[in-house]
């Protein structure tokens, strides 16, 4: 087969296939154009990097992130993590922050508000008495 | 020293600035994206239709290779598109052809009605003749087309596939290369063989 009758052979084919495209009937074309919108918003449901679902917490950890170093920064020089009888205050921290047992605490201290009361008298007896 | 509320404000500021910048970005892509799908999408849905044979079944391999293009390779640059997309066609349409191979087999076991080994049941409404005026030069084309359909089918699926790649999508070798992933040597010897194939099946007058 020689160059010419190769390359007409090709045209005719690559004509006869793009008249066919061309022909697509109508609800076909509907069809294709609504796969490709699925597509499109399959896409967008990619970007999920966009999604306030997502950002939102993400914001918020790095707001608490950047408040925290904002304190820390904000204290004056040598009194980062410490109190002022030198015991660290990330004890106290740990304490607060810490759920585990903070129900039985708050009843024991209600129960035994009396025995505080008696410690406190026992400790700073009352100079008139 | 900066006080904690202008550090926050700070923070802000720099994720104003760079939320609306992110998000035109994506539109911009996605914008893009549905474009080139627009532009390739009835080409490449007459070629899963001329593979399986089966509308309904080329519009599915055609959906799902959109949708994993989208989601997989939407942030590569545009000019690697094509290829990927066609890459992704072309194993769906695989996909499809075996386990179309395995069904076949299975149902010939079975007992009962067996399945049309073509599937080329046809609705009889179809083999009524058209009332209307015949137009010589579309029942020419039509005749023809299906002609050419009938010899891509007969063709192994690798030469069938450069040779709707290279003439009918248009891509040059490089790319039908990139699309089939195989060498450049291999594209043009496929393509060649299918084009003398077809040629032979066709005959010289078509």
């Known amino acids: 087969m020689n160059e010419q009758h190769r390359d007409a052979?090709?045209?005719?084919?690559?004509?006869?296939?793009?008249?066919?495209?061309?022909?697509?009937?109508?609800?076909?074309?509907?069809?294709?154009t609504q796969a490709r919108h699925a597509a499109i918003e399959a896409a967008g449901r990619r970007a999920w990097y966009l999604r306030w679902t997502v950002w939102t917490p993400a914001a918020g950890v790095t707001a608490a992130a950047v408040l925290g170093?904002?304190?820390?920064?904000?204290?004056?020089?040598?009194?980062?993590?410490?109190?002022?009888?030198?015991?660290?205050?990330?004890?106290?921290?740990e304490l607060v922050a810490s759920s585990e047992g903070s129900g039985d605490t708050m009843e024991m201290l209600q129960d035994d508000i009396d025995f505080y009361d008696f410690a406190d008298k026992v400790a700073s007896p009352d100079p008139a008495a | 020293m900066s006080t904690p509320i202008d550090t926050l404000n700070t923070a802000w500021m720099v994720w104003d600035s760079l939320a609306p910048?992110?998000?035109?970005?994506?539109?911009e892509y996605t914008r893009e994206l549905e474009k080139f799908l627009a532009e390739i999408e009835r080409r490449a849905?007459?070629?899963?239709?001329?593979?399986?044979?089966?509308?309904?079944?080329?519009?599915?391999?055609?959906?799902?290779?959109?949708?994993?293009?989208?989601?997989?390779?939407?942030?590569?640059?545009?000019?690697?598109?094509?290829?990927?997309?066609?890459?992704?066609?072309e194993n769906g349409i695989r996909d499809l052809q075996r386990r179309r191979t395995v069904r076949k087999r299975i149902m010939t076991w079975l007992p009962g009605p067996k399945e049309d080994p073509d599937n080329e049941a046809q609705d009889p409404l179809e083999n009524v003749a058209d009332a209307g005026p015949a137009i010589p030069e579309k029942l020419m084309q039509a005749e023809a087309m299906q002609r050419l359909e009938e010899g891509l089918r007969a063709l192994p699926a690798r030469q069938r596939e450069a040779f709707m790649l290279r003439n009918f999508e248009g891509m040059d070798v490089a790319e039908t290369a990139r699309a089939m992933a195989c060498s450049q040597g291999s594209v043009k010897t496929h393509y060649s063989r299918a084009v003398h194939a077809l040629r032979e099946q066709l005959g010289e007058v078509w």
Do not use: C
């Open chain 2, 21 to 27: 910048a992110l998000k035109g970005a994506v539109l």
């Open chain 1, 9 to 32: 052979f090709e045209t005719r084919t690559r004509a006869l296939f793009q008249d066919s495209v061309d022909n697509l009937d109508f609800a076909m074309r509907s069809r294709l």
């Open chain 1, 69 to 93: 170093v904002a304190l820390w920064v904000g204290l004056p020089l040598g009194q980062h993590g410490t109190l002022a009888d030198g015991q660290s205050n990330f004890e106290d921290l």
């Open chain 2, 45 to 89: 849905f007459r070629m899963a239709q001329v593979a399986l044979r089966d509308s309904d079944d080329a519009l599915d391999v055609v959906q799902d290779a959109m949708i994993k293009l989208t989601r997989n390779y939407a942030s590569r640059p545009s000019a690697e598109w094509r290829p990927l997309f066609y890459r992704i066609l």
